[in-house]
């Protein structure tokens, strides 16, 4: 079994056709969400990681925080309101005081990329030991940190760990590169051909 694990640029959101999202261009299960952070990505490639032979991982914006709430949301139209396991991101900073105060004073962006490069070093050691064929990438946010941070000696015992063969595009690509010059949805995701493009690039590796 094969699969794919990311955000809503895995997902295929603002497509008329989900079967023209990456994942199925390359015969991958589709296993992405709308909105997920990247614990939502780790968690789920942790889950799968003894059933399948192959795995792509979309790494997505790493200021993005999943979080439980016991009572119902509704913080943005195209969002689901539910109780229990909701993913964060920085953008509901303009929807709610609380979340202006999370992002405000317990979150940095520093250690927004120390986590996720832990979830990463992590995964990479759990896949090998199951042999899993696997790939990491970025969708966006990622490669701006990477490009700040790289040389950080904090975030250099993880750095040094992260098996850089194995990660399309590190440190400065991903798929809002990939498909930068191609059609976008209102909502700024990429359209047919800008999956097309995405596909195409992580077909060299795979």
Same mark, same amino acid.
């Given at each position: 079994?094969?699969?794919?694990? +990311?955000?809503? &640029? ?8 989900? @079967? ?9 299960? /589709?296993?992405?969400?709308? +909105? ?29 925080? @999943?979080?439980?709430? /016991? ?5 943005? @139209? ?20 609380? &979340? =202006? ?45 990477? /490009? =700040? ?15 850089? /063969? ?37 077909? @060299?590796?795979?």
């Amino acid at each position: 079994m094969k699969v794919a694990i +990311g955000d809503s &640029f895995t997902y295929g959101e603002e497509l008329a056709d989900r @079967e023209l999202a990456w994942p199925a261009l390359l015969s991958y299960t /589709n296993l992405g969400q709308k +909105g997920a952070s990247n614990e939502y990505i780790f968690r789920t490639a942790l889950e799968m990681a003894p059933k399948v032979t192959n795995m792509i991982i979309a790494w997505s914006d790493s200021g993005r925080y @999943e979080l439980y709430t /016991n009572r119902a949301m509704n913080v943005k @139209e195209r969002y689901v309101k539910h109780t229990g396991i909701i993913q964060v991101n920085p953008g509901w900073t303009r929807m709610n005081s609380w &979340f =202006r105060e999370l992002y405000g004073n317990y979150s940095d962006e520093k250690h927004q990329l120390l986590r996720t490069l832990s979830y990463m070093v992590a995964l990479q050691d759990v896949l090998k030991v199951n042999m899993v064929d696997y790939y990491f990438c970025s969708t966006f946010g990622i490669q701006e940190l990477f /490009n =700040r941070y790289i040389a950080n000696s904090e975030l250099q015992p993880l750095l040094t760990r992260l098996n850089t /063969n194995r990660y399309i595009g590190f440190p400065y690509e991903g798929m809002v590169e990939w498909a930068y010059d191609t059609p976008q949805g209102p909502n700024g995701h990429p359209l047919e051909l800008g999956h097309k493009r995405i596909a195409d690039k992580i077909a @060299e590796y795979i």
